[in-house]
C-alpha cells in the first residue's frame, strides 16, 4: 500500500452470523464507514487477543445486531497487511445523541476464549492425549476437536518432562496453565534446568514457550530479512529516538513517544523474595514426603536461591554484550538483595503415577528450585520497562523482539551520544494498535522490557 504519511491504512470492516457476511438492502457486507475507531490487544500475560471496535451509527446498524456475531477486520498498512476475525462479546458505552445518531463500542476476543468456558477436559492425561510431552497436550487441548479446536497456527516449546495427572473437569486452559506451571525446557543451560512457560496468541498464532526461549528467539530475528510465519519468528525491526523531519523516508521507524514505568525499583522484589532466598517442596498429602520433614524449621535439604547466582545460566536479550544492572548499585543495597528475606513453599503434586525411576518422579522433586527460577528469571525482565510509541506496525508481536535506539541526554564531540541503558534488544510484553480518525491512522503502543543493559565500551 503506497502510503502520504506514516501510520496511514485502509480498513474495511464486516460483521458476520452464522459464518456468512450480514448485508444491507443494497447487497453491502462493508460496515467501515460506520467505524470511528478501534484498538486490537495482544499481550503475553493474555491468552487471547482482544479487540474494541467504535462504531458511529446513524442508518439503524444497531438495530440488526445482536452483539453475538463475528467482525472481520482486514487492514492494509505499508509495513504489512492483515486480517483478523473476533467474537462478539456484547455491546458496551451505547450513547444516544439528540440528532439520533449513536455511538457504541463492540467488545471482541478471539473465539477460543468463549469456546474455553463450555469445553471440560475429564480423565487421566494417558488416556485423553496419549504422548504427555508438555508441548503435546497443550497443542492438544488447543487443536483437538474434542476440545477447543483452533484452526489457528501453534509454535510449541518441546519440554523435558511428562505430565501424568487427571483432570477433574478443569476447563482447557485451566488444565494449560496446570502443565505450563510445571514445564522444564528440553534444552539445559550450564546444567540448570529452566522453565518459566507461559501461553499466548499474537497475530502469528498461539505459543507455549518458555521465557528463556522467548529470549533465544530474539537473537534468531536477526537472521530474518522478513517475518516467516512458518517457524513464527519476524524480522527485528529498530527504531529510533530523534526528531521528526530529519530523515522522511525513516518516519515509519520513528519513535513518537516513550515513557518509562520502573527502573529499579527494587524495594518489591525484596519483600517479596524474588532476589533471594530459600524453596522448600511441600507434600500437602503426606507431610513426611516433603522436603519440610515433621519438625525442621530450615532442613539442610531447602534450596537456596539467588538471582546474582542464576544470571550467567540465563538467555539474555544483548547476549554477551549484556551487563547485569544489579553489578553496578550501590554495595549497602547489593548486600540487602544478596541475603534471603523469604522462605517459599511449592506445592508438590499427587504422585501416585510416578515410577519410581521415571523421568517425572525426578523433575517433580525439584520443582522447588524450578519455582525459584521462574520467580527469579521474570523479575530479572524487569530490569528495565519502557513503554513507547511508534507509527502503526502490523508486523510487530508479544513475546518477541525489537530493538530501539535512544539518544543520551548529553553530546559529545562527536555529537550525541547513545543512552547504552535505554537502547538495546527488547521482549514485547504488549502490544496495542490503536486506530482512530476515521479508521484512517493508526499508532502502535509497545511495553517493553529487558533483562540487563548493554556493555559500554571498556566496560569489564
Not at 161 to 183: E, G, K, Y
Not at 269 to 284: A, T
Not at 344 to 366: C, H, L, M, S, V
Request: proline share 3%; glycine share 8%.
Amino acid at each position: 500500500m503506497q502510503r502520504t504519511y506514516a501510520g496511514e491504512i485502509d480498513t474495511r470492516a464486516f460483521l458476520r452470523r452464522n459464518g456468512e457476511r450480514l448485508k444491507n438492502a443494497q447487497g453491502v457486507s462493508d460496515i467501515s464507514d460506520f467505524v470511528r475507531g478501534y484498538t486490537i490487544t495482544e499481550s503475553i500475560d493474555l491468552v487471547c487477543m482482544q479487540a474494541q471496535i467504535v462504531l458511529e451509527d446513524a442508518a439503524g446498524l444497531i438495530g440488526v445486531i445482536t452483539g453475538t456475531e463475528e467482525i472481520e477486520l482486514r487492514i492494509r498498512s505499508s509495513l504489512a497487511d492483515r486480517s483478523y476475525i473476533f467474537r462478539v462479546l456484547g455491546i458496551e458505552s451505547r450513547v444516544k445523541s439528540s440528532r439520533g445518531s449513536e455511538v457504541f463500542v463492540l467488545n471482541c476476543v478471539s473465539e477460543e476464549y468463549i469456546k474455553n468456558e463450555t469445553v471440560s477436559v475429564f480423565g487421566h492425561s494417558d488416556v485423553l492425549f496419549k504422548n504427555t510431552e508438555g508441548s503435546n497436550i497443550v497443542r492438544s487441548l488447543l487443536k483437538d476437536k474434542n476440545f477447543l479446536g483452533s484452526d489457528k497456527k501453534f509454535y510449541g516449546e518441546k519440554t523435558l518432562n511428562t505430565h501424568p495427572f487427571i483432570s477433574p473437569n478443569f476447563r482447557p486452559f485451566d488444565a494449560l496453565f496446570m502443565v505450563a506451571q510445571r514445564s522444564i525446557r528440553k534444552a539445559k543451560a550450564s546444567g540448570v534446568l529452566q522453565n518459566g512457560f507461559v501461553f499466548y496468541e499474537n497475530a502469528l498464532g498461539f505459543h507455549f514457550k518458555s521465557y528463556d526461549k522467548l529470549i533465544e528467539d530474539v537473537g534468531l530475528q536477526l537472521t530474518r530479512s522478513k517475518t516467516e510465519e512458518e517457524s513464527g519468528l519476524p524480522k527485528m525491526y529498530k527504531y529510533t529516538l530523534s526528531d521528526p523531519g530529519l530523515d522522511e523516508q525513516m518516519d515509519l521507524y520513528r519513535i513518537t513517544g516513550i515513557g518509562f514505568d520502573k527502573d529499579t525499583c527494587y524495594i518489591d522484589p525484596l519483600r517479596n523474595g524474588s532476589y533471594c532466598g530459600y524453596s522448600i517442596g511441600f507434600d500437602p498429602v503426606s507431610l513426611p514426603s516433603s522436603q519440610i520433614g515433621l519438625s525442621e524449621d530450615m532442613p539442610s535439604a531447602t534450596y537456596r536461591y539467588s538471582l546474582s547466582d542464576m544470571w550467567d545460566k540465563m538467555e539474555h536479550l544483548d547476549n554477551k554484550n549484556s551487563v547485569n544492572p544489579y553489578t553496578q548499585i550501590d554495595n549497602t543495597v547489593k548486600g540487602y538483595i544478596d541475603s534471603p528475606r523469604r522462605i517459599r513453599y511449592t506445592p508438590i503434586p499427587n504422585r501416585i503415577f510416578d515410577n519410581k525411576d521415571g523421568q517425572a518422579q525426578a523433575t517433580y522433586n525439584e520443582l522447588s528450585q524450578l519455582e525459584a527460577y521462574e520467580f527469579a528469571r521474570i523479575e530479572s525482565l524487569r530490569n528495565v520497562m519502557v513503554n513507547i510509541e511508534i507509527p502503526g506496525n502490523l508486523d510487530l508481536y508479544a513475546g518477541t523482539g525489537i530493538d530501539i535506539n535512544v539518544s543520551a541526554s548529553y553530546n559529545t564531540d562527536r555529537g550525541r551520544d547513545v543512552d547504552q541503558r535505554s537502547s538495546g534488544r527488547y521482549l514485547i510484553r504488549k502490544i496495542v494498535h490503536n486506530v482512530a480518525s476515521g479508521a484512517m491512522n493508526m499508532t502502535t503502543d509497545l511495553t517493553l522490557m529487558k533483562d540487563s543493559v548493554m556493555r559500554q565500551q571498556g566496560q569489564l
